[in-house]
T-cell receptor
Framework: GAVVSQHPSWVICKSGTSVKIECRSL??????MFWYRQFPKQSLMLMAT?????????EQGVEKDKFLINHASLTLSTLTVTSAHPEDSSFYIC???????????FGPGTRLTVL | AQSVTQLDSHVSVSEGTPVLLRCNYS??????LFWYVQHPNKGLQLLLK??????LVKGINGFEAEFKKSETSFHLTKPSAHMSDAAEYFC????????????FGAGTRLTVKP
């Protein structure tokens, strides 16, 4: 089956530093990858959609200069939280799409804690 | 724009009794609908999905859901709850014409009492 991994699974950082989260499709090529954020006891909110080789499309209210997304290959997308602050602490989940109908697979998530 | 509404933020049942988690959708076209489960500190697991085939969809772990266009509903059911079913459940609608853009409901927390 299709597997999506995320690294790291959890990270703790100091306020003001930047953190990079990787999302990889392990056994398929992902034409599109999605990044979601989930605050405690809340639902997943789509942050951005990225297609390989092009700029990401951000949802309204998501700062593109703060959440940098790079989708350099068909198997890897990265999310960099720049100048992280405690309010950025959240569970970040990526998903990868194979390109067919309803073929989106989710990663296990990365828990970010900003001190 | 498409969206889903999960009508109950929390459902509590006794072990061995039926489970009903309610979801209504809004979409201007025939949607794809999903139910995902998330156990504490774990990733999302797909329970089942509806993609315009049979309206009664059977999923894993004894769950099933019925797509009712007239009621714009996609409720999740299970005949007999198990302790291991305690988790957060998300109803999701997907736009197959827009990069499979998925929109999540607010979630329903299922508690199973012994």
């Amino acid at each position: 089956g299709a597997v999506v991994s995320q690294h790291p699974s959890w990270v703790i950082c100091k306020s003001g530093t930047s953190v990079k989260i990787e999302c990889r499709s392990l056994d398929f090529q992902a034409t599109t990858m999605f990044w979601y954020r989930q605050f405690p006891k809340q639902s997943l909110m789509l942050m951005a959609t990225s297609n390989e080789g092009s700029k990401a499309t951000y949802e309204q209210g998501v700062e593109k200069d703060k959440f940098l997304i790079n989708h350099a290959s068909l198997t890897l997308s990265t999310l960099t939280v720049t100048s992280a602050h405690p309010e950025d602490s959240s569970f970040y989940i990526c998903s990868a799409d194979m390109g067919g109908p309803d073929t989106q697979y989710f990663g296990p998530g990365t828990r970010l804690t900003v001190l | 724009a498409q969206s889903v509404t999960q009508l109950d933020s929390h459902v509590s049942v006794s072990e061995g009794t039926p489970v009903l988690l309610r979801c209504n959708y809004s979409s201007s076209y025939s949607p794809s609908l999903f139910w995902y489960v998330q156990h504490p500190n774990k990733g999302l697991q797909l329970l089942l999905k509806y993609t315009s085939a049979a309206t009664l969809v059977k999923g894993i772990n004894g769950f099933e859901a019925e797509f009712k266009k007239s009621e714009t509903s996609f409720h999740l059911t299970k005949p007999s709850a198990h302790m291991s079913d305690a988790a957060e459940y998300f109803c999701v609608v997907s736009d197959p014409y827009n990069n499979n853009d998925m929109r999540f409901g607010a979630g329903t927390r299922l508690t199973v009492k012994p």
